[in-house]
């Protein structure tokens, strides 16, 4: 057990439960109808009148012989690189034109919506248990977990002798106290934090701007004394070597690409390159197999890339390739039995498969198949044991876990029984025939199981504790195949309460994301309840572009077909309400980043199915973005995307789609637009510039409010209870998008539009 499979746990809202989930990517953090205050009045009471009006000084680009105009182009500030870092240097003109729109949004609906804003904060915030705690994970003499204090925004990292693992009696020692770390910090943000192989240091890796450059740094757990200077500049990512003393880092350049690993020596201070990465479409990473034997250096792009390893006490290492970069060929490995075992997609297995391959010539000409190519059943994910191999595969839209025996080969699968649920691998101690695992419903909160693989008993060890209460029982989950619009069908997941009716009168929400081959989890959230319990049906699309019904269906979303995951979203919708789960202008879309830009597609497409939209840190002036090889995500995205720069096709296929390029006056509804001032992925001038054309193109559409933060990046706000006030501003809006809040209402803009 690392402590970094706790971090990713602690970082999810207090969902506590020591494992990030590996079934795919996460959603946005997460009792009566109506319960505003008396006196709580209308947009056009409240608000500054007018939204900002945003000047227009149109830029002709032309670029593979076409020609495009951007009239919002001045607000991509020159010296963006050094604003990520330091939000303070932002030019003038732009700070003024964010912090009116804030302004403008603050008055004509946070402010109007204080009530119900508080209410949805007491209610998400009751759900929580405050002193919250995970369940302790083995690592040698010690037992690792993960606790807060009540109140407490951020986590406290501990451990326990680990014969005393499950005794809460047990003498403590505190790693790293979240709270006490963050004091006086508007924004904090723990990365990587893994104590050393002889539990004497714990190094960790610390972001205040939002900008995902990590600071890390060591300090001897015993004496809380720092030790040597702490390492600027880093993508987060790290790993010790086997004597403690010399740390593997990855350096972050100047324009946010993770490129090369280095080995920082703690006695001496010195830095030396182990590996640099000369492709701009490449990012570097590092990681230790389970065994703790190897440390491997990964690099790659979207699809393909190459892993490098050396042994864990080398100390001058000189890194071995396992396999060279191979077009749209990617692969993975572990550490097991001897061999390295890999996962990889070589040789037409669209679904992946597992060869294995000598240590000493693990070449592509030595790879040995073990588990073939099932079309359909997609591995995610390989989790090594010294006597079971555990892998998490995806089949007809759901997770599964798969033991095999390392002697005889048998093979068996945990049987799961709903018909949506989540499934996460946690950490366990290699030489263990236990492996912890994580089951959640999004009717049912998130359990805890400890299970042994050779007697395969299983023991649970914790169920998420919602303290306000929660029944299971009073909630209907169920899993729809909607046809597409060209007959393919859409998994997806639905969550009501049982007393909600299918007959068009409740407001549904669709929430959709489907870029990269992410899967949104069929999980559990305590947030989410909120909309439930006040009559929402509450959907999750699983649409082309992500990997829910395996990897053809993510390529059958990317590139020339993008625009499947758009139709897709927009298909759901529509059978949704043609079955009763809601009905045209009642619908409120929910999308991040990529989907930010699913949503902006969407409202393109089809405006008059929704209600209103959550566009959050959304990703919608595709064609800028792609254009720009100097933006970090740039070059390494041009495998999802295209490349518009050389390429006249790829040009007109994300012209085509692309949110910000194809705004029209037509009947927009309203729309709440997040974004992050220091946000490297999706940077703070796309949602700023899409929502100044949406005003200036479709004034009688909307409202339209853009929130910036001015003090985060893409994430928001990192405290548990500051990201909750977040959720209550996105859950006011939807409320009030479907006419579900008294004596308040989303006024049309009905305005002239932008100034010039």
Known sequence: MRLSY?????????????FPS????????????????????????????????????????????????????????????????????????????????NAYTK??????????????????????????????????????????????????????????????????????????EAEGESYFSIRGLDQSPDHTLLASAIDTQGSEYYT??????????????????????FEWGADSNLLYWVERDDNGRPTAVFQRNLTTGEDVEIYREEDPGFFVGVSKSESEDFIFVETGGHTSGEVWFFPADAKAPEPVLIAPRKEDEEYSVSHWNGAFYILTNADGAVDFKVVKAPIETPGRENWEEVIPHRPGTLVLGLDPYRDHLVRLERANALPRIVVRERESGEEHTIAMDESAYDLGLGSGEYDSTVMRYEYASPARPDQVFDYDMASRERTLRKTREVPSGHNPDDYVVERIMAPAWDGEEIPVTMLRRADTPVDGSAPLLLYGYGSYGMTIPASFSTSRLSLVDRGFIYAIAHIRGSQAKGY???????????????????????????????????????????????????????????GGIIAA????????????????????????????????????????????????????????????????????????????????????????????????????????????????????????????????????????????
């Open 552 to 610: 053809q269906w993510y390529l059958d979303g990317k590139l020339d077909k993008k625009e499947n995951t758009f139709k897709d979203y927009v298909s759901a919708g529509r059978y949704l309400v043609d079955n009763g789960y809601g009905s045209e202008g009642r619908v409120v879309g929910h999308g991040g980043s990529a989907g930010g830009l699913l949503m902006g597609a969407a409202a393109n497409m089809d405006p008059e199915l929704f």
């Open 6 to 18: 706790l971090l990713a746990s602690a970082a999810s809202a207090a969902l506590l439960t020591g």
């Open 617 to 756: 840190v959304p990703f919608v002036d595709v064609i800028n973005t792609m254009s720009d090889e100097s933006l970090p995500l740039t070059p390494p995205e041009w495998p999802e995307w295209g490349n518009p720069i050389t390429d006249g096709a790829a040009y007109d296929t994300i012209m085509a789609y692309s949110p910000y390029d194809n705004v029209g006056d037509k009947p927009y509804p309203a729309m709440l637009i997040t974004g992050g001032l220091s946000d490297p992925r999706v940077t703070y001038w796309e949602p700023s510039k899409w929502a100044a054309k949406l005003r200036y193109e479709a004034p009688e559409g909307g409202p339209y409010f853009l929130r910036i933060n001015m003090d985060a990046g893409h994430g928001g706000s990192t405290g548990r209870f500051e990201g909750l006030k977040e959720t209550a501003i996105e859950y006011a809006f939807a409320l009030a998008s479907v006419g579900l809040i008294d004596d308040y209402t989303l006024a049309r803009e009905s305005r002239s539009g932008g100034g010039d």
């Open 107 to 180: 008055a004509a609906l946070e402010d109007p919506t204080e009530s119900l804003r508080e209410t949805l904060l007491k209610e998400m915030r009751g759900r929580i248990k405050e002193d919250d705690s995970s369940v302790p994970a083995k690592d040698g003499p010690y037992a690792y977990y993960v606790r807060y204090r009540e109140g407490g925004e951020y986590p406290i990292f501990a451990r326990r002798p680990a014969g005393q693992a499950f005794s809460a009696d047990a003498p403590e020692t505190i790693l790293f106290d979240g709270d006490k």
């Open 22 to 101: 590996q079934s795919g990517a996460s959603e946005p953090s997460d009792n009566t109808m109506n319960e505003t205050a008396s006196d709580t009045q209308t947009a056009d009471e409240t608000a500054t009148e007018t939204p900002p009006a945003a000047k227009r000084v149109p830029v002709e680009i032309e670029q593979v012989g076409r020609i495009r105009t951007d009239p919002y182009q001045w607000m991509k500030d020159e010296n963006w690189q050094q604003v990520m870092r330091d939000p303070s240097v932002l030019r003038d003109d732009i700070r003024e034109y964010l912090e009116a729109e």
């Open 216 to 237: 890390i740094r060591v300090r001897n757990i015993e004496t809380g004394e720092a030790v040597g200077e702490p390492i600027e500049g880093t993508y987060g990512s």
